[in-house]
């Protein structure tokens, strides 16, 4: 347990996204016991302890997919005969030798949103120090002069840099004319999920046309929002900073599929005797027929395979 929990502050502290899956139900036989705890890397590397040979491979992969789209799930593992009729549990049917079962909550663990304010506005000072407030990993970047102070933990950068705005991070540009065109043409070189303007109609209008010449086609410009936030009329700068983050909190809730990459290398096989899913590369069993690798997940499904072939290639 200890290793899991160390392993998964230094994660959190990095920004590296994991997937902690814990046993929160057992029955008979099984390896797996309730309060048993791994953490799942993007990578599919695991730190603790789950379950057997079958189990673990398999909720790897549902980790994955749990990191993929941001949505916790719990998992049945067991004989066909089990009775999993929850509404909303994923249900893998397990043919191994052994004869228990368990369930598995997988909760993803997605680094804090990011918020890249751009400017030195009272609009841009309000909002970073609002968002810093509800816990947003806040970045000032401002590149027109002296940077005012901020609350310890908001990052202020005196350079126009958004070269790690990823594809869960918010851009909100507020820069107040002095230099939103430029500060607009490095956020649309990142993959940000949102990029906001805080301008008037008429203002972002003539700064559209300049991107225009610069040679952003309209799918780019169309991913700026302007102006940024709810419009609730005209508003003084703190009303605006809350226009906009109210509008950003409910943004942030909408799931952003493949919005974390995950490492694609793992490469699978499909055990024939038993269904489960086996990592190639971490396989201890495996036969090779008529010139093919076969994997399996245990070593009573190879003999039984190695014994007739045909009966669970077919």
């Known amino acids: 347990m200890d290793e899991v929990v160390i392993e998964a502050a230094r994660l959190h ?17 099984t390896s797996g016991k309730p309060g048993s705890k791994a953490l799942i890397r993007s990578d599919g590397k695991v730190v603790g302890w789950l379950g057997g040979a079958c ?10 997919q749990a990191l993929s789209d941001g949505r916790p799930s719990l998992m049945y593992l067991g004989p066909d005969d089990g009775d999993p009729a929850r509404e909303g549990i994923q249900f893998v049917p397990m043919a191994c030798e052994s004869e228990g079962s368990m369930e598995v909550y997988l909760e993803p663990v997605l680094p804090a949103q990011g918020l890249y304010v751009v400017g030195h506005s009272p609009a841009a000072r309000t909002l970073a120090g609002l968002a810093h407030t509800l816990g947003w990993m806040v970045t000032v970047v401002d590149d027109g002069g002296s940077a005012p102070s901020y609350p310890e933990g908001i990052v202020v950068r005196q350079k126009l840099d958004l070269h790690d705005a ?36 008429k203002r972002a209008r003539s ?18 929002h302007a ?15 809350v226009a906009i983050l109210a509008d950003l909190v409910q943004r942030k809730s909408e799931p952003v599929t493949g919005a974390l990459t995950v490492d694609a290398s793992l490469t699978e096989a ?17 036969s090779v027929h008529e010139g093919a690798d076969v994997y399996f997940c245990a070593a009573g499904c190879q003999t039984a395979f190695d014994a007739n072939p045909g009966k669970y290639l077919t």
Do not use: N
Request: net charge negative; with cysteine; proline share 6%.
């Open 55 to 64: 189990a673990e491979p398999t909720v790897v992969r549902a980790a994955r």
């Open 270 to 286: 499909i055990d024939p005797v038993c269904g489960m899913t086996v990592d190639v590369a971490r396989a201890r069993w495996k």
């Open 13 to 29: 502290r990095s920004g590296e996204p994991f997937v902690m899956a814990t046993v929160v139900w057992s029955h008979g036989p």
């Open 166 to 201: 990823g594809p869960q991070s918010f851009v909100v540009v507020a820069t107040q004319g002095h230099y939103d065109e430029a500060a607009l043409e490095s956020a649309l070189t990142t993959p940000a999920r949102y990029i906001g303007l805080v301008s008037s109609r």
């Open 207 to 224: 700064v559209f046309e300049y991107l225009k010449t610069q040679g952003f086609d309209l799918a780019s410009i169309d991913r700026i």
């Open 227 to 241: 102006p940024a936030g709810l419009d609730l009329g005209h508003l003084d700068h703190r009303d605006m900073a």
